[in-house]
């Protein structure tokens, strides 16, 4: 008899087929046939379907099998793979997988520097594959769209190594130097991510095949194949039955299979092997509505302990992200962001994903067999598993709301930060605090929302601790003014009583005096006759007491001598029996001691040999107590070192607190400036950043410390500097005008220069002399004027037309030790001049053809690099001008350049678009390293009109078309970082620039302003520490920063 058990499983459940399964393969014979025409044809397939549809099972077990089939000359080499977080390396090692039989050199290629390679070079791949030996070369890329599903939006390598890896492909099927043939697998819900990458799409268009839906018939073979393939049956009300709910639901191919899988497994635990597949077994799983929850809770709750029962919510909840329209989306995420988001160990989450990918449940992917570590994508396998497992619903449904009110808060705290709403009251407090409390938000989930989230919860703690303060005011007065009402009421009550009480008393004295005179004579005459019968009484009581007394005696003395005669006779009683009781006790005591004694003799030589042992015991219980105590102080160390930094990062969070108080409470008040102190102080002294936003706000507030200056009648457009060591500024725009400004004395009106032979053009541009004792301008019309005389009136020393177009970057540089003029316009035309004893003559021109959007210079005035309107970056050779510009590509960038800047290191270059992305190039030998660029988005709202850095590298600022500048530390990843927000304008931000000494930074606006900000917190620390004399009193420092926190003064020379 053949058993049960020797039947194997013929349904692969939730993965997909693969290779090894083609002969359990069944129901897509036409569409295997129509693929491999249409591959062999074009040399190109893109397989397009649904989610679950079956693609990537229709070409493992399906194409790849039929391709095999013929005579020995037909020969393919197949490399399959997923494109995942990094389709290069993953090319890379499948290529080394397949090949590394052919050639054993594969296995000492590094594949780091071949993916290198291949990113520089496509063509790189073609020598790689030429070690296939004549075989045809059949590259499989399952599941394309992880090419967009795993792009990190907030770092543009991701993008970079996509369009590498698609340029890689696009080669590898464009050439016909080796037979390669390629196939995609994609989801159609991403067809239209391949419209950003140039010749996809159109390569895409000549081998597309949309799979189509199975008929009833090939659903049939799907069902009933493999069970006969294997020697068994099923009823055929069963297939039936299945094929009636895939007719109404066809898309649940994968949950059918998964069905069938977990009905066979059943019908092999009960039924004989003679029997069919019954729809009872079918039924007992659940069938399609519920296999999947009652397979997911029998892992769940009998394979899970408490612990990863917590780690698998938290797991599927932080591959959920909330979608476009508030809807949820599946985000495949790295093991180590996982644990990031989490807060969960490693090891937790690992015990969970292989229990929930392990053969025969295959809910999460990677599949078994592969390794795990913190790289790895954990994703889930089938996207209908979400909202067919029940408790999973539920998860997902609780992260959606999660991040709802998440982004609500957030929202709102910048709203705050602005001035532009107040704090949160019940019902969303109430709300707000039990989502911090339940959900135990990280900073590193809240990231993929909003990057302020220290931010947020510092509005929610401060939104608490103002209702709780509101509502104990409002107790209070209501307590105040009831005893108020209570006392005048009692005060009225007491005194209607006391008038009543005076009446009755008097009343009732009038009487008594009365009764009492009359009473007092009565009982004066019974007084006289009461005394003489006590007298009587009296000496009769003495006579009886004396009587009493003598037959006391007489009685007392015949009880003692009854009590000694019972005493002798009880004693010579107990002294026999005590006699007898001790002979029977000492004969068992001999007893005892000779059992004793043996006993002993015995023990002796049993206690020498549990002497050995325990001796031995004892050397290797010290030497574990040794190391049991130097674990425990390196325990005690970190326990220390953990409880420091959780004080340290309290007590900063304590000070970011205190500074929004005291930015909210009225300027100009002691208080408001005694809080920011203190939140300085607090900061600085527990290691907190210097330039923390919030204290920054709260000091400039106490402060005064920023001017706005008016002086222009239109937009102001630049503002510029000269290199000369003073403290003179000159803005320009569109009124014509320059003016000069000393930002140590802003009150001073500033000197103005008009050129009278200028028709009225904006001004774009202003650059100074070495000497700071001339400047240029350059105009809108091309005309580049130079002026000598810093007395306003003075006519400008010289006036032409220097380009055909705006004229939007000027710069002075030493050229081989003589001042040089370079003015570049917006049509594409640099020029040099030669403007040494007051001349402005033109030297040389370069024109480059194309849209010109920024300029930046090199430090030593070598190179100027110029950022096009399309995108590319080119570089001049100031010294060799003659010589051909060099221009560099950067792919990934998103939006139209704006702006553009070198870090004072020159190890960097940034860039503003008009998306709103701010971008970075590392730049290696005077020229922007391949495949370096970087972007950080979220961080503004529109373009990027400047960019500054501080002289010493430490802060990057940034200008923008939503009226505001931002402030970073550049030292750190900006956009892990929250920004000092300076929002004062009331239209766009057109130009930024440090001062030398990097305390201020000056701004032009649209809205015809100048303005100044002291934005070293230090210096502001100082400032105010001179106006503010007294101290916080403990009442106001209990109400402020707390009861339990010890009372401590300012440390006024903190810095």
């Known amino acids: 008899m053949v058993e049960n058990s020797t039947f194997t499983n013929p349904f692969p459940g939730l993965r997909s087929y693969d290779y090894e399964d083609h002969a359990l393969f069944f129901g897509r014979d036409a569409h295997i046939r129509e693929l491999k025409n249409k591959l062999l044809d074009g040399r190109f397939l893109a397989l397009i379907g649904s989610s679950g549809s079956g693609k990537s099972s229709l070409i493992k077990a399906g194409l790849i099998p039929s391709l095999e089939e013929g005579d020995a000359s037909n020969r393919w080499k197949v490399i399959l793979f997923r494109p995942g977080g990094n389709p290069v390396r993953n090319f890379v090692d499948a290529v080394k997988a397949a090949l590394r039989e052919d050639d054993p050199i594969w296995d000492s290629r590094d594949p780091v520097s071949l993916e290198k390679e291949l990113s520089n070079d496509t063509k790189v791949a073609l020598s790689l594959l030429s070690a296939t030996r004549g075989q045809k070369i059949l590259l499989v890329i399952d599941q394309f769209e992880e090419l967009f599903r795993y792009e990190l939006s907030e770092d543009s390598s991701g993008i970079n190594r996509t369009n590498a890896f698609v340029k890689l492909l696009l080669t590898l099927i464009n050439q016909r130097e080796l037979p390669v043939h390629a196939v995609i697998t994609m989801r159609s819900d991403y067809l239209d991510h391949c419209t950003e990458f140039n010749g996809l799409t159109e390569i895409i268009n000549k081998g597309y095949y949309l799979l189509p839906k199975m008929n009833p018939e090939e659903v049939r073979q799907v069902i009933v194949g493999p069970v006969e393939s294997v020697g068994a049956s099923i009823e055929p009300e069963l297939v039936t039955g299945l094929l009636k709910e895939l007719a109404d639901n066809p898309d649940f191919l994968p949950i059918l299979q998964h069905a069938l899988m977990r009905t066979w497994d059943r019908w092999k635990s009960t039924k004989p092997y003679s029997s069919p597949v019954s729809r009872s077994d079918y039924e007992a799983i659940g069938t399609m509505q519920e296999s999947i929850t009652m397979h997911a809770e029998e892992i769940y709750t009998q394979r899970l302990d408490e612990k990863r029962r917590n780690a698998a919510a938290k797991l599927f909840k932080s591959l959920i992200v909330l979608g476009p329209s508030d809807t949820s989306s599946l985000h495949p995420t790295v093991l180590r962001e996982i644990i990031q988001i989490t807060g969960i160990p490693d090891y937790l989450l690992i015990d969970v994903i292989m229990v929930f990918r392990e053969n025969g449940v295959s809910i999460l992917t990677p599949k078994p067999g592969v390794k795990i570590d913190q790289n790895s994508i954990i994703d889930v396998s089938v996207e209908k598993v979400l909202t067919f497992w029940e408790r999973c619903r539920k998860w997902i449904e609780e992260e959606l709301e ?336 320059v003016s000069l400004w000393n930002y140590l004395t802003p009150a001073v009106k500033p000197l103005l220069f008009r050129n009278p032979k200028q028709t009225f053009r904006s001004i774009r541009s202003v650059a100074f002399m070495p000497d700071g004792k001339t400047f240029f301008t350059g105009s809108s019309n091309g005309q580049i004027v130079r002026w000598d005389n810093f007395t306003p009136g003075t006519p400008p020393a010289k006036t032409i037309i220097g380009h055909d177009g705006i004229v939007f970057s000027m710069t002075v540089k030493n050229i081989n030790n003589k001042p040089h003029l370079i003015s570049v316009s917006s049509a594409g035309q640099v020029r040099l001049w030669d403007v040494s004893d007051k001349k402005l003559e033109v030297l040389k021109n370069v024109n480059l053809g194309t849209e010109i959007a920024s300029v930046e210079m090199w430090a ?77 988005q979220g961080t503004h709202t529109s373009g990027i009109t400047s960019i500054a850095f501080a002289p010493d590298g430490s802060r990057i600022a940034t200008a923008c078309y939503d009226w505001k500048i931002r402030i970073w530390n550049a030292k750190e990843d900006i956009s892990k970082q929250q920004p000092v927000l300076l929002s004062d304008f009331d239209y766009w931000v057109m130009d930024i620039q440090f001062t030398r000494d990097g305390n201020k930074l000056l701004a032009a606006g649209a809205d015809k302003t100048v303005r100044i900000w002291d934005i070293n917190s230090a210096a502001l620390f100082t400032e105010v520490s001179k106006r503010v004399k007294r101290e916080l009193t403990e009442e106001e420092w209990d109400q402020y920063i707390g009861k339990d926190i010890p009372y401590e003064k300012l440390s006024r020379n903190i810095r």
């Open 402 to 737: 999660s991040a709802k009110l998440y982004k609500q808060l957030s929202y709102s705290a910048s709203l705050y930060q602005d001035g532009r709403t107040g704090l949160w009251v019940n019902p969303e407090l109430q709300l707000g605090l039990k989502w911090l409390k339940e959900s135990e938000p990280t900073l590193e989930w809240a990231q993929r929302y909003d990057p302020f989230f220290e931010r947020a919860t510092n509005f929610l703690d401060y939104s608490k601790k103002q209702y709780e303060l509101e509502v104990r005011q409002k107790e209070d007065r209501q307590k105040r003014e009831l005893r108020k009402a209570r006392i005048f009421a009692s005060v009225l009550g007491i005194s209607s009583l006391v008038s009543l009480l005076f009446l009755i008393v008097a009343l009732v004295l009038r009487t008594q005096a009365q009764q009492s005179e009359k009473t007092a004579l009565e009982k004066e005459s019974l007084a006289l006759e009461e005394r003489k019968r006590a007298e009587d009484q009296t000496r009769e009581a003495i006579s009886q007491k004396k009587i009493a007394e003598q037959q006391g005696t007489f009685a007392e003395l015949q009880k003692t001598l009854t009590e000694e005669q019972k005493g002798i006779a009880v004693r010579e009683q107990e002294k026999a029996v005590k006699e007898s009781i001790a002979a029977k006790i000492a004969k068992q005591i001999a007893e005892e001691q000779k059992f004793q004694a043996d006993n002993a003799r015995k023990a002796a030589v049993e206690s020498q040999k549990q002497t050995e042992i325990q001796k031995e015991y004892a050397v290797n219980a010290q030497k574990e107590s040794e190391r049991q105590k130097v674990y425990a102080q390196s325990a005690q160390k970190e326990a220390e070192t953990s409880r420091n930094d959780a004080l340290k990062q309290r007590s900063k969070a304590v000070a970011r607190f205190i500074a929004i108080q005291s930015f909210q409470m009225p300027a100009g008040d002691e208080l408001t400036a005694l809080l920011a102190l203190k939140a300085y102080d607090f900061n600085i002294k527990n290691g907190g950043e210097r330039e923390n936003p919030d204290i920054f706000n709260a000091l400039s507030k106490a402060a005064g410390a920023k001017a706005t200056l008016i002086a222009h009648n239109d937009i102001v457009r630049v503002v510029a500097e000269p290199q000369a060591g003073n403290s003179l500024f000159a803005t320009a725009g569109d009124d014509g005008v």
């Open 860 to 936: 030593d005035g070598r190179f100027m690099f110029l950022a096009t309107g399309n995108g590319k970056l080119i570089r001049i050779d100031l010294n060799k001008l003659d010589s051909k510009p060099i221009e560099y590509s950067l792919p990934g960038l998103r939006g139209r350049l704006l702006s553009m800047a070198f870090t004072p290191d020159q190890k960097y270059l940034y860039f503003g678009t008009s998306s709103g992305m701010l971008y970075h190039v590392r730049i290696t030998n005077d020229e922007p390293v391949p495949n370096s660029l970087t972007g950080t």
